[in-house]
Structures are given as structure tokens and as C-alpha cells.
DNA sequence: TAGATTGTTAATCGATTAACAATC
DNA sequence: TAGATTGTTAATCGATTAACAATC
């Protein structure tokens, strides 16, 4: 049997959803329509009641979805409930940028462990995080269970570091670096690419001043 | 008449290319062809043949496309040939790893001016660019051809700061901040959402262990 | 009850992939 | 010439949007 996994665009939608969903509960709201989305999200109604179902929720006519079961059946879909350790390594301005993005803890990721090589780097605090020196990666894996390597060091170390993660039996990555990584089919590389956002604008920068 | 946009996904498929031309440029390889492509990109030659026929290439059958003309005609096609004038806004860990991004040059982004609010930034130098007040701005963007204004501030203060960008007359917003800007509809805002990447790495993680 | 909103099936639209002719 | 690769038209696939029935 087939499953029909759910469309790549409505996982990229769902934590506006989410953050939406916060802020309702956060003023006690308790029920939210697909047009409360709609208004604030510029989306297609239709598209979000979509995209609801595909989480499993379902809603009452009239009313709409409960915010608070709404929020955590989305926690749930997206593993968010339960936090996953990761590690990360690279800690240059990216990497210190990654760090003292608060809002991940709220996002299913506890970076519990960073890491470096250079001198001037290892034994210093970044947002409260000691770095620690890289030759610790695989030791401290084994002793924790780490589920996502975060890699945030220069291109031509990428790869290096990902078959340290790959090694230290590390089973997803999230990749910064800019580089394509070369991993076992059974590890998960998620890259995110700044260049590309770029190239989007670039286009319709070009598109609107073309007008 | 409708013109017929270049796709989306294929517009970000591009740097992609432009990544590996330049490679094959600097080991002075003359031609390219879509296998080469495919087989590092590890995607469809066929995709990709359509993709440059977007950008208004032509090749040769049983070469390929030569490199540096091809690289010429993508570069010209973002409009990266001359590089777009920027005023980045948010000195925090960000904004100094965007500024740390030399690769920008090459993509047709010139951060020239660098702005904060915070007394204890400015003045100070960040990657060779000293950080100027934020008072300054709309003066400065009078006097200059800015194209591109970088929001990496606070959520809390990212609206203010789009008011800003949009008064001084700049016509496209790169924001970082993880808010939804409310601006006229001739300016271009491109949003750089993390939490989407992280939504597909937690369901792809979820997919991947359930198996 | 009437009306608003959900939920689902069908229609449309757009991107990817397949097929194949053109050409160096 | 034969074969590899481009370029284009057609087929397929998947996501979005439309239509409408169900229901509180």
C-alpha cells in the first residue's frame, strides 16, 4: 500500500499555523476559523482547511477548530512535543546565530552541545553553551541520544563533519554549509540554502522594476 | 498578452548551477553538459534541460552547453552581474553571519552600509564595516542607489523597520525577522523562515524512524 | 430554521517526466 | 555515418482551487 504522505508545501505552512495558534492562546482565544488564518496568512482558505486535514484534526461548522488541541495535535504531526537533541558544530556567527535563536526550544530542538576546533573558541560560553573541542563529538554521542547534527562550518569542512556525524551514528542532519553532502541512505540531510531565497528575490526584484 | 514566468523551483534550482559552473570555470573546463549536471545534482537531466532553456541558453548536441557563456547568460538572468546596493539593519549574531557571507559578492549583493540601534554596537566595526545609527538611515538611502533592505532585527521591531526601508524609498526587503511585514504592494518582501526547514527535517525524521 | 463553516470530491493549474525529433 | 545530446511537444503527476454536500 501506498501512504500519501503529506505535500511537501503544507509541512513548509504548518508552523505559520502554529505560530498563529500560540499567539490565540496566548490571548485565550479558544476557537479559530480557516478565515482567522486566512486574513492573517494571505493563504486560500480552502488550501488551510486542507492542509488541516492532512494533521488530523477536525473542526466543528460554524465554529471553527479549537486552538488549544489544534496546536498540540500539530506539536504531535511534527514530533514537536517531545524535543530532539542535537549537536551542534561550527560555532562562528552562524552557528552563534543558531544559538541564541531562542524560538527553537519551542520547535522541537534542544542543541544541547556545541562544538569547534579553534583554540580561541573552545572553553568559551555562547549563549550560555561551553564550546567544546570537536575531538569530543563521538564520546559524548554515544552518551547521548542525539538525533540531529547541526552543520555550521565552512563549506570545505562539511563533508568531514558529516561523516563524523554519520560515524557517531547521528541519524539527521541539518546542513548550513553549502555543500552537498555525500551520506548513507539511511541518514536524513535537510540543506538550507540562502542563495536561493536570493535568487527568488533577485527574479522578482527584476520582475517589479521591469513594470 | 500573459507572459510565461520562470517557475519557481526552477529559479532556485539555479545557484545550484551557477555553483557548479563556476567549478568547472576555475578547472577550465569548456563544456557542461546536463549528464554532468544530473550527476551531481542528482537530479532529472531532462528537469534541468528545461531549466536552461528558461534562462535562454542554447546548446550543442554531444557537448553541452560552454561553461563561462552559460555562467554569463545565469548571471545576467538574476541580474547578478551588477551588484544590487543593500542596507542591512540588526547587528546581532544574523546580521554579522550575513555580513560574514562573502559569497554575497559573487551573488549580486553588495551590503555596503550596516545599521543598529544598540549603543554598544555602534561605532564598532563588524566584518571591516562599522555599525552606524539607526537615525542615520533614511539620510543615507537618499543619497544612495539601495535596492535591498536586510531586516535581521527582533520580531518586535521588524515592522518599524520595513516602515522605514519603505519611507526611504527602498524597493525590496530581504527580512529575516520572523514576522509578516505589512508594506505597499510595489515593494518586494522575501521571507527566510527557519522554522519551515526545520518542519520538513522533524517530519522527514519521523518518516524515516517509523520505517 | 437559516447561515456559517467544515470536509470532501471534482476541476484546474502548473511542474515534472516521458517521448521523440533535430542536429552536430 | 552513428551516436550522443539538445530542444520541444505530449503525458503524467501533484498541488491548488472550485463546487457543493454535510452539519452544528
Redesign the pocket.
Given at each position: 500500500m501506498r501512504t500519501?504522505?503529506?505535500?511537501?508545501?503544507?509541512i513548509r505552512?504548518i508552523p505559520l499555523y502554529l505560530k498563529i495558534l500560540e499567539e490565540y492562546e496566548k490571548n485565550g482565544v479558544e476557537w479559530?476559523?480557516?478565515?482567522?488564518?486566512s486574513e492573517r496568512l494571505r493563504?486560500?482558505?480552502?488550501?488551510?482547511?486542507?492542509?488541516?486535514?492532512f494533521t488530523g484534526?477536525?473542526?466543528?461548522?460554524?465554529?471553527?477548530?479549537r486552538v488549544t488541541p489544534l496546536k498540540n495535535i500539530i506539536l504531535d504531526f511534527l514530533g514537536w512535543n517531545s524535543p530532539a537533541e542535537a549537536f551542534l558544530v561550527g560555532c562562528g556567527a552562524l552557528g552563534s546565530a543558531l544559538l541564541g535563536f531562542s524560538g527553537f526550544q519551542k520547535y522541537g530542538l534542544n542543541i544541547t552541545t556545541v562544538f569547534d576546533t579553534d583554540r580561541h573558541l573552545v572553553g568559551k560560553k555562547i549563549h550560555g553553551k561551553e564550546v567544546l573541542h570537536l575531538d569530543r563529538f563521538h564520546d559524548l554521542a554515544q552518551h547521548m541520544p542525539v538525533k540531529i547534527g547541526i552543520i555550521t562550518v565552512p563549506e570545505a569542512n562539511a563533508q568531514q563533519i558529516a561523516d563524523l556525524m554519520v560515524d557517531s551514528g547521528i541519524p539527521a542532519i541539518w546542513n548550513f554549509a553549502p555543500a552537498k553532502l555525500t551520506v548513507p541512505p539511511h541518514v536524513v540531510v535537510q540543506r538550507e540554502d540562502l542563495t536561493e531565497g536570493l535568487a527568488v528575490l533577485s527574479i522578482r526584484i527584476k520582475e517589479t522594476i521591469a513594470r
Open positions: 500519501i504522505h503529506t505535500p511537501l508545501p503544507t505552512r479559530i476559523s480557516t478565515t482567522d488564518f493563504l486560500n482558505p480552502i488550501q488551510i482547511r486542507k492542509d488541516m486535514a484534526i477536525t473542526g466543528q461548522p460554524k465554529k471553527g477548530y
